[in-house]
């Protein structure tokens, strides 16, 4: 079984920035990534990761301003700088047994694996 949680959310003024983390236990994924869901929209891929660092892959909305990073398997991080209020969501670690290639890494359906959420709320 696999068992995430994640942390780091909160309040932060526009431009600002935040750190996420989330704990990764059971066995080893090596296909990892972040999501975000504002409120009466969909989820939405953020970043993507491959364990051994291969291949990252972000959203159009968040390049240049977000990084994903990891330790090693257990953890893995979302650096969220020069935030704007549109970064306001849930935002989700979640981790996948498939293959993901850059087509999609995004499509939400691709991962069987979920942490709880942790809120960002981001004020103009």
């Known amino acids: 079984q696999v068992h995430l949680v994640e942390s780091g959310g909160g309040s932060v003024q526009a431009g600002g920035s935040l750190r996420l983390s989330c704990t990764l236990s059971?066995?080893?994924?090596?296909?990892r990534a972040w999501f975000r869901q504002a409120p009466g929209k969909e989820r939405e891929g953020v970043a993507f990761i491959y364990l051994d660092g291969s291949s990252t892959w972000y959203s159009d909305s968040v390049k240049g301003r977000f990084t994903i990073s990891q330790d090693n398997a257990k953890k893995l991080y979302l650096q969220m700088n020069t935030m704007e209020p549109e970064d306001t969501a849930m935002y989700y670690c979640?981790?996948?047994?498939?293959?993901?290639?850059?087509?999609?890494?995004?499509?939400?359906?691709?991962?069987?694996?979920w942490g709880q959420g942790t809120q960002v709320t981001v004020a103009s």
């Open positions: 979640a981790a996948s047994s498939t293959s993901i290639t850059e087509d999609t890494w995004g499509d939400w359906h691709q991962y069987g694996f």
């Open positions: 059971g066995r080893t994924m090596y296909r």
